[in-house]
């Protein structure tokens, strides 16, 4: 097996070893022991096999850590995500690109659930998986009655 470059999201650590999935391909890798990440961090750098059996890898290179904010905004969402949301049905997605870097989701809920589906997606390892991919620095979560607007941004 040859050496693995990317963006990684740490899903798990203790001091005595890690678990990182690509977020490129959604890989999981076990690391034989923690170089310092905590789960959450967001690592760019490349991870080599550990021979002989090869199931285990070490980081070999850290180009870049971080970690990206998930937070929900005390803001309504702006007015392109209502008209958005105005369009589709409950339970549907739309995906837009930012001017710029990043994109925004907008999320069609029942609206006596808007709380708890924008809860979820701020605890949702997915959502810091898909910042970690797009490459942005935050994400933000407004909320109106019915719909749930989520902002991958740059700083």
């Known amino acids: 097996m040859t050496a693995i470059e990317g963006t990684f999201l740490v899903t798990n650590a203790d001091d005595a070893s890690a678990t990182l ?13 923690n170089p310092g990440v ?5 690592v760019e750098g ?3 096999p550990e021979p002989p059996m090869e199931v285990t890898y070490t980081v070999t290179e850290v180009a870049e850590r971080r970690t990206v904010p998930v937070e929900t905004a005390d803001l309504a969402p702006t007015t392109q995500a209502t008209e958005i949301a105005a369009e589709q049905a409950t339970g549907e997605l739309t995906t837009v690109e930012r001017a710029g870097e990043g994109e925004i989701h ?7 659930e808007t709380a ?9 390892e997915a959502t810091l998986s898909r910042a970690a991919r797009l490459g942005v620095d935050r994400v933000e979560v407004r909320t109106a009655e019915g719909v749930v607007s989520v902002r991958y941004l740059p700083d």
């Open 21 to 33: 999935r690509n977020v490129a391909d959604s890989q999981v890798l076990t690391l034989s022991d």
């Open 116 to 124: 708890e589906a924008a809860a979820d997606i701020v605890d949702d």
């Open 106 to 112: 907008v999320l069609t809920v029942p609206e006596d």
């Open 38 to 42: 905590e789960a959450g961090e967001v």
């Open 46 to 48: 490349t991870v080599e």
